[in-house]
């Protein structure tokens, strides 16, 4: 098993509940969650990223709260729904989310920055590529700090996955989950995608993709 | 569908123009070109959020004033 996929031998189940609360209705059965290892932090925290952390590991690892995974995909997804869909930039220098951000620009509508970012992208518009977006996702803070610097620099918001060693520097909204696994990454932008659609009308409000999370992993 | 959110967005934006450009989080006036943001609440998109540079920088929580919601 690769480093990325870092499974989570805990058996407590990463989910906060409120008082007197039983069951705690997500997107996915919990164990998709769990499966995909969303909920996988790094042996680092941000004090940025601590309110999203649900226990630390004995063995130093964080773990995030799947309960505000689910709850932020769901806002960032309203949040991204009021936007023109050509106008959302949704960018990953990181290779395991080129297929994730491709996919979701293909059922969103929304313009995709996969691979190296070429400065200037969003702020000189004498470049043949030069875009201007109404916002900005990312899915990494610390691999696309050009992209975010640029977004600050034009003034748009910025959403970004954040995993619990990022700084959200010029971060809006944060989704926190592991941006690092290929699995999580699909299933993150996966459920992302299918959500906006929702919040749209394009699929009801329980509809779901035709493809699965797994048609959106990166290749090896 | 997306039109309808796309026209009350604008409709905010215009109303809100002729108010003071305030940080949300810090409550100080944003200076023109000072490079801060404004959005709609992500949550309920009702009220307009607004974040200088500094606050946006340092991650200085906002709450909506309609919602409650608790970002970035
Ligand atoms: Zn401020
Ligand atoms: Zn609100």
Redesign the pocket.
């Known amino acids: 098993m690769s480093e990325e996929e870092k499974p989570d031998t805990g058996e407590e189940k990463p989910i906060s509940m409120l008082p007197g609360e039983k069951v705690v209705e997500l997107l996915i059965p919990l164990e998709d969650y769990l499966t995909a290892g969303v909920h996988i932090g790094t042996h680092i925290c941000t004090k940025f990223m601590e309110p999203f952390v649900y226990r630390v590991r004995s063995d130093g690892l964080y773990i995030l709260d799947a309960r505000k995974i689910d709850e932020r995909v769901r806002v960032a997804a309203k949040f991204l729904a009021r936007y023109e869909p050509s106008k959302i930039a949704v960018v990953s220098v990181r290779q395991y989310g080129f297929r994730p951000v491709t996919k979701m620009c293909e059922y969103v509508g929304c313009k995709p920055f996969t691979g190296r970012f070429i400065p200037g992208t969003f702020t000189n518009p004498s470049l043949a590529w030069y875009f201007e977006p109404d916002v900005v996702v990312v899915t990494d803070p610390r691999a696309d700090a050009q992209a975010i610097k640029e977004a600050a620099e034009v003034g748009v918001p910025v959403v970004a996955f954040a995993d619990t060693d990022n700084k959200t520097e010029f971060v809006d909204l944060v989704i926190p989950g592991n941006n690092k696994g290929r699995k999580s990454l699909a299933l993150l932008y996966w459920l992302l995608t299918r959500q906006i659609l929702r919040e749209r009308g394009v699929i009801p409000p329980n509809g779901d993709l035709p493809e699965k999370p797994a048609d959106f992993e990166t290749k090896l | 569908m997306a039109s309808k959110y796309m026209l009350s967005t604008l409709n905010i934006s215009i109303s809100e123009a002729a108010t003071p450009p305030i ?1 949300s ?2 409550h ?1 006036l944003m200076e023109p070109g000072e490079h801060g943001v404004e959005f709609l609440c992500p949550n309920c998109g009702k009220a307009v959020i607004r ?2 540079k ?2 946006r920088q340092l991650g ?1 929580p906002y709450v909506c004033p309609n919602c409650g919601f608790r970002g970035p």
Request: hydrophobic share 10%.
């Open positions: 940080c989080s810090c100080r974040r200088c500094r606050c200085v």
